[in-house]
Structures are given as structure tokens and as C-alpha cells.
């Protein structure tokens, strides 16, 4: 076994114990070191570092502080506990600085050990001159101060193993990066963040780029182009921009995003800033579930890396943001936790995984609407994600159907009776009776239509008396009029038709029944095409064609 001092390994060694063993400063030093290093070494691979329980910060004025108490484990696995409420004026806490007031400030604790309790040496002063004090306790504390910077986003554990972050830009208090996952399935969707950090009194800033994708593909609007305007009257220091990339469809190969430095363009106020360096994100897809591939690092990390915490890494407790007033400064805003440095209970994320609350902290929750295009159009789907309530929105954009009227064709064609069976007519003979016209474009295009056909008779014999003529149409089988008042006086045929839907064309085919003693001499013949809009309509025209077929009897 080893125990740990820095990131430097030591063996553990522990107290032999014999009978008349004489016990020096030296072997207490060493059994104290022993539980200590195998507790410390425990902790920090068990649990981590952050802060367990309280230590909460809240502004009590414009320019004071308090925190609460609470306990954390540091980054070499130190307890730090803090055992009562602090409040401390920032002018007073170690490392804070009054020559800028427009900036955030971050208030950090460290582990830290005091001497307690001062008693006289003596042995001491045996070998040294006048009087001798030593410590009788130490007392293991805590250490409040203010750090001017912020850690960078890559200098933590957990962020390193998950996700991969490049800085775009970091000067003039302003800092901005970009954040997505360190792994990917394939065809995975995932979001990219671009994090815009700034002071309160930093002016507006606008920025945008435009990426180049390798592997990847865009989803939503984005199109290539990030584009961030501060609103003028924002009162925050932290935004967050988000947009969507696919991953390749296969796995084992690795997807790039870069951000060329000649595409970004940034302003500060009113001056453009100019943005040196390009970066690039290269993510590797795994053909394994992302949380296996994290869990396959960590357990692959070496002893050495696992426990090479620094002992002068702290942790951050707020962001505390200021205001110039004047010649001093004013606490505007504190933000807790900022880089989200907590060590969870064991139970409770078991808990937490296995019940059906767990369960509901992952899903997705979606709304939909549609809105009309215009006829003939394709149909569209755009799909927006909100990560701050974790729910999607779909548009669907759907065509128009085209409108009835211009579905349904007609016309009239007129025979002149004369013309029948005599060669160059507009029917031509199939046989003696039977009478077949040439092809007629019923202007609905290709695809299935149903036509109708019936024989039109306009009865002129109200125009003496200045009455307009009366037209009437009759389909199926005119002969069973024959004998009331509504006995056409159109000869007795039978009418067909041939519908050629590759074509978009009909044939009108005429038979006729019996004596003809009819007065006309032109037959006018109506058809009627309905083009096939779905069920609805097949069914519709089904319906109409079966109506007129058995209104009109069976007939030799």
C-alpha cells in the first residue's frame, strides 16, 4: 500500500509496538500519519473532492459575506470543515485586490492547519537559551480567500473525463468557450454550448462565427453559424448558446468541429476584437454506450494519476460579481457553487437510480404544432431543443391539399346523329350498334379518375314565351322514363367509358338500344371526371357510380 503527499507516493508504514520500546516524537508523528495518509487516500478515491453539506454563501451587504458552516473534502482528500458562520467584508478576505471593481471575484476554501495552545518546552530549553513555547494542538482548519481568475473549465476531474472544451477567447475579463461531449454514439444528436462569460460592467458583446464540420452534420437552423448578441439590458455574467450536430452513422471513427479564427468576429461595445488562434473539438464515436466508455477511463487511470491532486487546489464556494459606486465598489450578485463542486451521498443516487423518481430526472418532455404550406410544396420538420427545461419542439410544415373544384373536370361532347355508322363520323363502328369515341384529355393529369357520363337534353320550348331553356341530364338508363311526363325525347342508348390514368385520357363508348324514333338530331353526352383524393373520395365517387348504376335497371 502507498499513502500520498502531493502527487508523490510513499510507502504506508505503521508503529511496531514491543515491550520496552523507547516512543520518540518521531513514532507518535508516524502513527498519526498513518490513519491520516490511508484515510486521505481513501477519500479522494472514493469520494472525490467538494463540498459534502453547507458551506453556503449569501451577501449580507453591499460589501460583506457570510458563510455558512458545513464540511467539504479536498483535492488530496483533506476534511474541511468549517464549524460556525463566517461573515467577513471582502476588503478583509485574503487575496482580494482594490485597484478594478468591475469584475468577478471567487471565494475560495482551503484546508489549513494552526498551532493551538502554546505551553513551555522544556526539554527545549535545555539545549536552547531563554524560554522555549511549543504548540500542545493542532487544530485543522479552513481557509478563506479570493481568487481575481477563474479556473479554467478543463482543470476538473470529472469535466476532463466527460466533455471536451476549447477556448475561443479569454482577456478583458471575458471568456468564452465552447463545451460538448468527450464521446458520441453513432448518429447520436448532441449539443454543442458556447459559454460567453463576462463582468457586469464589461460592454455588450456580440460575437458569431461560422464552424466547418468533419463527420458531423447540423440539425435545426443553425447552418453553419453561431451568432451571440448581448441584450442591452441583461444583467447577467454567464450565457450560454446552444445548437445541435448529428454524429456519423458508424462508430470507431472520430468527428471534428473547428472554428476557423478567420470566420469569428467579436465585439466589445463598440470596438471589434480580433480573435488569433483557430480551434478545433475532434470526438471520438464509440460503438458502446457513452457512460461505459467514461467508466472504461476511469477505471483505467494509473495509481499516480488517480491521487494527483495539488495540495494547493481549493475549492470555489461563489462567483461574487461587482459594481463600481463611485471610488469603492458594491456586491451586485453572488452565484453559489459556480463550478458545481459537490460530492452526492451514495445512497441517495442509489436511490435516486433505482426508483421511479430517478427515472423521471431523465426524460424528455416534447410539443408540437404544424402550420400549412403551399400546395405541391414538401413537407418540412424543424426540431428545437431547450436544455433549460429539457424538452423539445417540433414544427411540421404540411402542404395544402389542393381545393376540390380543381379536382373535378367536365365537358360535353355532341354527336350528330346522322354521323352514326357512316365512316369518318366522330364515333367510329365496332360493330353494328356499338360506337366508340377517339381519346379524350379530361385535364386532370396523370393517376386514377372515375368518370361519369350521361345524355344532355335542353328543352327549348319555353323561348317562344321569352322563358329561359331548360337543361336536364340524364345518367344510367333514359328508357325508364318512357311513358311519364319526363320521357326525354333523346334516342335510347347505353354509355360506357375507358380511363387510361398512365395517359390521362378516356373513352366514350355509345350503344344503341332498340328503335330509335327519336326527334333530335344531336346527341350532347356530359361527362364528368373526379380525380381520386384519398379514401374519402374513391369513396365518395364509388358511392356516386353505384347510386347511378342501380338507379338504372338491367337491360338486353
Not at 421511479?356 to 402550420?371: D, I, R, V, W, Y
Amino acid at each position: 500500500m502507498v499513502g500520498v503527499k502531493k502527487s508523490r507516493l510513499y510507502p504506508f508504514e505503521r508503529n511496531r509496538y514491543f515491550y520496552g520500546k523507547l516512543l520518540t516524537v518521531r513514532d507518535f508523528e508516524s502513527e498519526q500519519k498513518y490513519f491520516n495518509d490511508k484515510r486521505r487516500l481513501l477519500n479522494r478515491l472514493m469520494f472525490g473532492s467538494g463540498v459534502l453539506s453547507g458551506m453556503s454563501v449569501v451577501a449580507v451587504d453591499d460589501k460583506t459575506v457570510s458563510v455558512e458552516m458545513g464540511v467539504a473534502i479536498d483535492y488530496i482528500g483533506r476534511e474541511i470543515v468549517i464549524p460556525s458562520p463566517v461573515t467577513m467584508k471582502l476588503s478583509m478576505i485574503e487575496g482580494f485586490t482594490n485597484n478594478e471593481y468591475k469584475k468577478n471575484v471567487y471565494l475560495c476554501v482551503a484546508y489549513d492547519e494552526k498551532g493551538k495552545e502554546p505551553v513551555h518546552s522544556v526539554g527545549n530549553a535545555s539545549v536552547r537559551s531563554g524560554e522555549v513555547s511549543e504548540y500542545n494542538r493542532v487544530l485543522e482548519s479552513y481557509r478563506l480567500f479570493i481568487n481575481e481568475t477563474a479556473p479554467a473549465p478543463s482543470s476538473f476531474e470529472f469535466v476532463q473525463l466527460m466533455e471536451n472544451i476549447v477556448t475561443l477567447y479569454e482577456r478583458d475579463n471575458v471568456r468564452i468557450t465552447q463545451r460538448m461531449p468527450k464521446y458520441v454514439t453513432p448518429g447520436e444528436v448532441i449539443e454543442v454550448r458556447l459559454v460567453v462569460e463576462k463582468t457586469l460592467q464589461t460592454p455588450r458583446i456580440a460575437f458569431s462565427y461560422e464552424y466547418e464540420l468533419t463527420g458531423f452534420q447540423n440539425v435545426g437552423d443553425s447552418n453553419g453559424v453561431v451568432s451571440f448578441q448581448e441584450p442591452g439590458d441583461a444583467q447577467d455574467t454567464e450565457y450560454t448558446i446552444t445548437y445541435q450536430l448529428k454524429a456519423p452513422l458508424e462508430g470507431g471513427v472520430f468527428a471534428e468541429l473547428a472554428v476557423p479564427a478567420r470566420s469569428a468576429k467579436l465585439a466589445i461595445g463598440d470596438e471589434p476584437v480580433s480573435v488569433d488562434s483557430s480551434v478545433k473539438q475532434k470526438i471520438e464515436v464509440v460503438d458502446v454506450p457513452v457512460a461505459e466508455r467514461i467508466l472504461e477511463d476511469w477505471h483505467g487511470r494509473s495509481l499516480e494519476h488517480a491521487v494527483e491532486g495539488s495540495a494547493d487546489k481549493s475549492i470555489c464556494l461563489a462567483k461574487i460579481s461587482l459594481l463600481q459606486m463611485g471610488p469603492t465598489y458594491m456586491i451586485e450578485k453572488v452565484d453559489r457553487m459556480p463550478f458545481d463542486e459537490y460530492i452526492e451521498s451514495t445512497t441517495l443516487t442509489q436511490r435516486l437510480s433505482r426508483s421511479g423518481g430517478g427515472a423521471s430526472l431523465h426524460k424528455f418532455f416534447a410539443s408540437a404544432e404544424t402550420q400549412d404550406l403551399e400546395y405541391g410544396a414538401k413537407p418540412s420538420l424543424d426540431v428545437k431543443y431547450h436544455p433549460d427545461r429539457n424538452e423539445f419542439d417540433f414544427k411540421l410544415g404540411i402542404p395544402r391539399p389542393q381545393h376540390l373544384y380543381d379536382e373535378i373536370a367536365t365537358g360535353t361532347m355532341e354527336v350528330a346523329l346522322e354521323s352514326i355508322g357512316k365512316t369518318g363520323g366522330f364515333f367510329f363502328s365496332r360493330g353494328k350498334k356499338n360506337y366508340v369515341s377517339d381519346e379524350l384529355i379530361h385535364g386532370l393529369g396523370e393517376g386514377p379518375v372515375t368518370v361519369v357520363v350521361g345524355l344532355e337534353e335542353i328543352d327549348e320550348s319555353g323561348h317562344a314565351s321569352g322563358s329561359a331553356a331548360k337543361k336536364q341530364v340524364y345518367y344510367g338508363q333514359s328508357d325508364v322514363f318512357k311513358g311519364t311526363e319526363f320521357e326525354p325525347s333523346l334516342p335510347n342508348v347505353s354509355l360506357g367509358t375507358i380511363v387510361y390514368p398512365d395517359k390521362g385520357t378516356f373513352r366514350i363508348g355509345m350503344k344503341l338500344q332498340g328503335d330509335n324514333e327519336s326527334s333530335a338530331s344531336v346527341i350532347a353526352v356530359r361527362w364528368w371526371a373526379f380525380k381520386s383524393l384519398g379514401t374519402s373520395a374513391k369513396a365518395a365517387a364509388a358511392e356516386m357510380t353505384s347510386a347511378l348504376m342501380e338507379a338504372a335497371p338491367d337491360k338486353e
